[in-house]
Protein backbone atom coordinates (compact mmCIF):
# COMPACT_ATOMS: atom_id res chain seq x y z
CA UNK A 1 0.00 0.00 0.00
CA UNK A 2 1.39 3.26 -0.79
CA UNK A 3 0.23 6.33 1.63
CA UNK A 4 0.14 9.88 -1.16
CA UNK A 5 0.34 12.74 1.56
CA UNK A 6 -0.79 16.32 -0.75
CA UNK A 7 -0.92 19.23 2.39
CA UNK A 8 -2.00 22.09 -0.60
CA UNK A 9 -3.97 20.20 -3.04
CA UNK A 10 -5.52 22.64 -6.18
CA UNK A 11 -7.83 22.44 -8.57
CA UNK A 12 -6.00 23.12 -12.11
CA UNK A 13 -7.93 25.44 -14.38
CA UNK A 14 -6.22 24.25 -17.55
CA UNK A 15 -7.27 26.92 -20.60
CA UNK A 16 -5.77 27.42 -24.33
CA UNK A 17 -4.87 30.75 -25.39
CA UNK A 18 -3.21 31.79 -28.91
CA UNK A 19 -0.85 33.87 -27.51
CA UNK A 20 -0.09 34.85 -23.99
CA UNK A 21 0.28 39.13 -24.50
CA UNK A 22 1.24 40.25 -20.36
CA UNK A 23 -0.43 43.59 -19.73
CA UNK A 24 -3.02 42.92 -22.35
CA UNK A 25 -6.60 41.31 -22.41
CA UNK A 26 -6.23 37.81 -23.00
CA UNK A 27 -9.38 35.63 -24.19
CA UNK A 28 -9.12 31.95 -22.43
CA UNK A 29 -10.57 28.89 -24.57
CA UNK A 30 -11.16 25.33 -23.89
CA UNK A 31 -10.98 26.15 -20.11
CA UNK A 32 -11.35 22.97 -17.87
CA UNK A 33 -10.78 21.60 -14.19
CA UNK A 34 -8.83 18.77 -13.32
CA UNK A 35 -8.20 17.44 -9.67
CA UNK A 36 -4.45 18.79 -9.24
CA UNK A 37 -1.65 19.54 -6.78
CA UNK A 38 1.27 17.50 -6.98
CA UNK A 39 0.09 14.68 -4.57
CA UNK A 40 -3.17 14.30 -6.76
CA UNK A 41 -0.90 13.82 -9.77
CA UNK A 42 1.00 11.28 -8.12
CA UNK A 43 -2.30 9.46 -6.44
CA UNK A 44 -3.89 9.30 -9.98
CA UNK A 45 -0.71 7.94 -11.76
CA UNK A 46 -0.06 5.38 -9.19
CA UNK A 47 -3.75 4.28 -9.65
CA UNK A 48 -3.37 3.87 -13.35
CA UNK A 49 -0.22 1.61 -12.94
CA UNK A 50 -2.16 -0.53 -10.84
CA UNK A 51 -1.20 0.52 -7.14
CA UNK A 52 -3.15 0.26 -3.60
CA UNK A 53 -3.30 3.84 -2.71
CA UNK A 54 -4.59 5.96 0.69
CA UNK A 55 -4.93 9.24 -0.34
CA UNK A 56 -4.32 12.12 2.67
CA UNK A 57 -3.70 15.43 3.04
CA UNK A 58 -6.23 18.76 3.59
CA UNK A 59 -9.21 19.44 1.60
CA UNK A 60 -12.11 21.51 2.15
CA UNK A 61 -14.83 23.55 0.39
CA UNK A 62 -16.66 22.84 -2.68
CA UNK A 63 -12.89 22.67 -4.61
CA UNK A 64 -12.35 20.42 -1.87
CA UNK A 65 -15.19 18.05 -2.43
CA UNK A 66 -14.13 17.81 -6.32
CA UNK A 67 -10.47 17.04 -5.18
CA UNK A 68 -11.74 14.09 -3.39
CA UNK A 69 -14.55 13.05 -5.64
CA UNK A 70 -11.57 12.78 -7.92
CA UNK A 71 -9.75 10.44 -5.67
CA UNK A 72 -12.12 7.83 -5.13
CA UNK A 73 -13.44 7.71 -8.77
CA UNK A 74 -9.77 6.57 -9.78
CA UNK A 75 -10.06 4.19 -7.03
CA UNK A 76 -7.65 5.44 -4.55
CA UNK A 77 -9.06 5.48 -0.72
CA UNK A 78 -9.88 9.14 0.41
CA UNK A 79 -8.70 10.01 3.45
CA UNK A 80 -8.38 14.12 3.86
CA UNK A 81 -8.38 15.83 6.70
CA UNK A 82 -11.44 18.40 6.44
CA UNK A 83 -10.46 22.43 6.54
CA UNK A 84 -13.41 25.29 6.62
CA UNK A 85 -11.26 27.28 3.92
CA UNK A 86 -11.99 26.01 0.16
CA UNK A 87 -8.97 24.41 -1.62
CA UNK A 88 -6.75 26.58 -4.00
CA UNK A 89 -7.38 27.11 -7.22
CA UNK A 90 -4.40 26.99 -9.77
CA UNK A 91 -4.25 28.41 -13.28
CA UNK A 92 -2.59 27.01 -16.28
CA UNK A 93 -2.72 28.43 -19.64
CA UNK A 94 -1.51 26.62 -22.56
CA UNK A 95 0.24 28.67 -25.76
CA UNK A 96 -0.21 28.13 -29.26
CA UNK A 97 3.56 27.32 -29.44
CA UNK A 98 3.28 24.58 -26.55
CA UNK A 99 4.43 26.90 -23.71
CA UNK A 100 2.80 26.92 -20.61
CA UNK A 101 2.32 29.51 -17.81
CA UNK A 102 1.50 28.39 -14.35
CA UNK A 103 -0.61 30.85 -11.89
CA UNK A 104 -0.39 29.36 -8.47
CA UNK A 105 -2.17 30.31 -5.33
CA UNK A 106 -0.35 29.74 -2.11
CA UNK A 107 -3.64 28.27 -0.64
CA UNK A 108 -5.48 28.57 3.01
CA UNK A 109 -4.52 29.10 6.13
CA UNK A 110 -4.28 25.41 8.29
CA UNK A 111 -4.60 26.06 12.22
CA UNK A 112 -3.35 23.94 14.91
CA UNK A 113 -6.82 21.95 15.61
CA UNK A 114 -6.55 20.78 12.08
CA UNK A 115 -3.17 19.90 12.06
CA UNK A 116 -3.10 17.79 14.91
CA UNK A 117 -6.44 16.13 14.24
CA UNK A 118 -4.44 15.06 10.91
CA UNK A 119 -1.51 13.71 12.74
CA UNK A 120 -3.52 11.09 14.69
CA UNK A 121 -4.87 9.65 11.68
CA UNK A 122 -1.91 9.80 9.76
CA UNK A 123 -0.48 8.06 12.34
CA UNK A 124 -3.28 5.20 11.77
CA UNK A 125 -2.69 5.24 7.71
CA UNK A 126 0.92 4.54 8.21
CA UNK A 127 0.15 1.40 9.73
CA UNK A 128 -1.19 0.16 6.26
CA UNK A 129 1.27 1.47 3.93
CA UNK A 130 4.55 0.31 2.66
CA UNK A 131 5.55 3.25 0.99
CA UNK A 132 4.58 7.27 2.13
CA UNK A 133 4.93 9.36 -0.93
CA UNK A 134 5.00 13.96 0.19
CA UNK A 135 4.28 16.38 -2.38
CA UNK A 136 4.13 19.47 -2.90
CA UNK A 137 3.84 23.37 -1.32
CA UNK A 138 3.08 23.30 2.31
CA UNK A 139 0.15 25.59 3.00
CA UNK A 140 0.04 28.28 5.39
CA UNK A 141 0.24 27.92 8.57
CA UNK A 142 1.92 24.67 8.63
CA UNK A 143 5.73 24.77 10.07
CA UNK A 144 8.14 24.71 7.46
CA UNK A 145 9.70 21.33 9.20
CA UNK A 146 6.27 19.70 8.73
CA UNK A 147 7.54 16.97 6.02
CA UNK A 148 10.51 16.11 8.34
CA UNK A 149 8.28 15.67 11.28
CA UNK A 150 6.20 13.23 9.12
CA UNK A 151 9.28 11.38 7.29
CA UNK A 152 10.56 10.51 11.07
CA UNK A 153 7.00 9.13 12.00
CA UNK A 154 7.10 7.28 8.96
CA UNK A 155 10.34 6.20 9.37
CA UNK A 156 9.91 5.03 13.21
CA UNK A 157 7.20 2.21 11.39
CA UNK A 158 9.85 1.07 8.72
CA UNK A 159 7.68 2.61 6.23
CA UNK A 160 10.09 3.75 3.13
CA UNK A 161 9.64 7.93 2.43
CA UNK A 162 9.85 9.55 -0.78
CA UNK A 163 9.95 13.62 -0.65
CA UNK A 164 9.11 16.15 -3.32
CA UNK A 165 8.53 19.82 -2.80
CA UNK A 166 11.35 22.62 -2.69
CA UNK A 167 12.75 25.12 -1.06
CA UNK A 168 13.20 25.73 2.78
CA UNK A 169 10.45 22.38 3.36
CA UNK A 170 12.98 20.55 1.02
CA UNK A 171 15.74 22.11 3.13
CA UNK A 172 14.67 20.85 6.43
CA UNK A 173 12.78 17.68 4.91
CA UNK A 174 15.86 16.24 4.00
CA UNK A 175 17.54 16.56 8.07
CA UNK A 176 14.76 13.81 8.19
CA UNK A 177 16.71 11.35 5.34
CA UNK A 178 14.02 10.26 3.33
CA UNK A 179 14.75 7.27 1.25
CA UNK A 180 14.45 9.31 -1.64
CA UNK A 181 14.32 13.00 -3.15
CA UNK A 182 13.54 13.97 -6.45
CA UNK A 183 14.48 17.72 -6.92
CA UNK A 184 14.61 19.56 -10.23
CA UNK A 185 17.62 21.07 -11.69
CA UNK A 186 16.59 25.04 -10.29
CA UNK A 187 15.40 22.98 -6.82
CA UNK A 188 19.05 21.23 -6.62
CA UNK A 189 20.78 24.31 -7.05
CA UNK A 190 18.88 26.59 -4.45
CA UNK A 191 19.56 24.32 -2.02
CA UNK A 192 23.25 24.71 -1.73
CA UNK A 193 23.33 28.47 -3.84
CA UNK A 194 25.49 26.85 -6.27
CA UNK A 195 25.41 27.06 -10.20
CA UNK A 196 24.51 23.67 -12.06
CA UNK A 197 25.39 23.87 -15.57
CA UNK A 198 27.44 20.47 -16.10
CA UNK A 199 26.31 16.89 -15.51
CA UNK A 200 29.59 16.67 -13.33
CA UNK A 201 28.28 19.53 -10.96
CA UNK A 202 24.51 17.72 -10.81
CA UNK A 203 26.40 14.40 -10.00
CA UNK A 204 28.48 16.31 -6.99
CA UNK A 205 25.61 17.89 -5.25
CA UNK A 206 23.19 15.00 -5.46
CA UNK A 207 26.23 12.91 -4.04
CA UNK A 208 26.49 15.73 -1.16
CA UNK A 209 23.14 14.80 -0.46
CA UNK A 210 23.53 11.15 -0.38
CA UNK A 211 26.15 11.29 1.90
CA UNK A 212 23.77 13.71 4.30
CA UNK A 213 21.51 10.25 4.57
CA UNK A 214 19.22 10.27 1.69
CA UNK A 215 19.60 7.25 -0.02
CA UNK A 216 18.47 7.87 -3.70
CA UNK A 217 18.62 11.12 -5.24
CA UNK A 218 16.41 11.52 -8.53
CA UNK A 219 17.30 14.71 -10.27
CA UNK A 220 14.90 15.83 -12.88
CA UNK A 221 16.85 17.70 -15.60
CA UNK A 222 13.71 18.75 -17.88
CA UNK A 223 13.80 17.82 -21.54
CA UNK A 224 17.44 16.31 -21.03
CA UNK A 225 15.91 13.59 -18.86
CA UNK A 226 16.86 12.25 -15.62
CA UNK A 227 19.59 11.24 -13.08
CA UNK A 228 19.71 9.19 -10.28
CA UNK A 229 22.44 8.81 -7.65
CA UNK A 230 21.98 5.88 -5.72
CA UNK A 231 23.90 2.94 -3.78
CA UNK A 232 25.50 1.67 -7.06
CA UNK A 233 26.27 4.89 -8.65
CA UNK A 234 24.97 7.87 -10.96
CA UNK A 235 22.70 6.18 -13.94
CA UNK A 236 21.22 8.74 -16.32
CA UNK A 237 18.33 8.20 -18.86
CA UNK A 238 18.00 10.79 -21.44
CA UNK A 239 14.33 11.81 -22.22
CA UNK A 240 12.37 10.41 -25.09
CA UNK A 241 11.92 13.14 -27.89
CA UNK A 242 8.43 14.13 -28.20
CA UNK A 243 5.99 16.68 -28.99
CA UNK A 244 4.47 17.43 -25.97
CA UNK A 245 0.58 18.18 -25.75
CA UNK A 246 1.21 19.31 -22.13
CA UNK A 247 4.16 19.29 -19.48
CA UNK A 248 2.78 20.19 -16.07
CA UNK A 249 2.66 16.95 -14.11
CA UNK A 250 5.66 14.93 -15.71
CA UNK A 251 7.50 15.52 -12.45
CA UNK A 252 4.84 14.25 -10.45
CA UNK A 253 4.40 10.69 -12.84
CA UNK A 254 8.28 10.29 -12.45
CA UNK A 255 7.82 10.57 -8.73
CA UNK A 256 4.25 7.96 -8.95
CA UNK A 257 6.76 5.91 -10.92
CA UNK A 258 9.68 5.39 -8.80
CA UNK A 259 7.32 4.58 -5.70
CA UNK A 260 5.70 2.14 -7.93
CA UNK A 261 9.02 0.48 -8.86
CA UNK A 262 10.08 0.98 -4.88
CA UNK A 263 7.10 -1.00 -4.09
CA UNK A 264 7.99 -3.50 -6.10
CA UNK A 265 11.32 -3.96 -5.07
CA UNK A 266 12.46 -2.56 -8.20
CA UNK A 267 15.29 -0.16 -7.97
CA UNK A 268 18.47 1.74 -9.46
CA UNK A 269 17.99 1.36 -13.24
CA UNK A 270 14.76 -0.48 -13.93
CA UNK A 271 13.12 2.18 -11.48
CA UNK A 272 14.74 5.48 -13.78
CA UNK A 273 13.62 3.59 -16.86
CA UNK A 274 10.05 3.19 -15.67
CA UNK A 275 9.90 6.95 -14.66
CA UNK A 276 11.14 8.58 -17.90
CA UNK A 277 8.43 6.01 -19.64
CA UNK A 278 5.74 6.88 -17.43
CA UNK A 279 6.90 11.16 -17.71
CA UNK A 280 7.10 10.72 -21.51
CA UNK A 281 3.46 8.95 -21.79
CA UNK A 282 2.20 12.12 -19.23
CA UNK A 283 3.21 14.80 -21.69
CA UNK A 284 0.85 13.41 -24.40
CA UNK A 285 -2.19 13.92 -22.55
CA UNK A 286 -3.99 17.41 -21.92
CA UNK A 287 -5.17 16.43 -18.33
CA UNK A 288 -2.26 16.14 -16.00
CA UNK A 289 -2.01 12.48 -13.92
CA UNK A 290 -2.96 10.67 -16.88
CA UNK A 291 -1.57 8.67 -19.24
CA UNK A 292 -1.68 5.43 -21.58
CA UNK A 293 -0.12 2.13 -20.38
CA UNK A 294 0.03 1.38 -24.28
CA UNK A 295 2.53 4.65 -24.86
CA UNK A 296 4.18 3.91 -21.12
CA UNK A 297 4.98 -0.13 -22.67
CA UNK A 298 6.39 1.35 -26.39
CA UNK A 299 8.53 4.04 -24.28
CA UNK A 300 10.12 1.58 -21.92
CA UNK A 301 11.49 -0.76 -25.17
CA UNK A 302 13.20 2.84 -26.30
CA UNK A 303 14.54 3.86 -22.87
CA UNK A 304 18.31 4.07 -22.37
CA UNK A 305 20.52 4.50 -19.45
CA UNK A 306 23.34 5.90 -21.04
CA UNK A 307 26.12 5.66 -18.36
CA UNK A 308 26.82 4.78 -14.82
CA UNK A 309 29.24 6.56 -12.65
CA UNK A 310 30.76 4.68 -9.15
CA UNK A 311 31.97 7.53 -7.20
CA UNK A 312 34.99 7.27 -4.88
CA UNK A 313 34.56 9.36 -1.69
Do not use: W
Request: hydrophobic share 40%; net charge negative.
Amino acid sequence: MILTVSLNPAVDRTAEVDELKPGCVNRLKHVKDYPGGKGINVTRVLRILGADVIATGFTGGYTGKFIEEAVRECGAESAFEETKAPVRTNLNIISADGSVTEILEPGSFIGEEVISRFLVKYEEHLDRADIAVFSGSLPQGVPVDFYGRLISMAKKKNVKTILDCSGEALREGIKACPDLIKPNIKELSDLFGKKTDSMEAVEGLAEKIRQEGVKNVCVSLGEKGLLLDDSDGCHFAEAIKLEPVNTVGCGDAAVAALAYSFDRGDMGENALKMAVAVSAANTQERESGKFSIQLMDEYLKIVKVNHTIHKEV
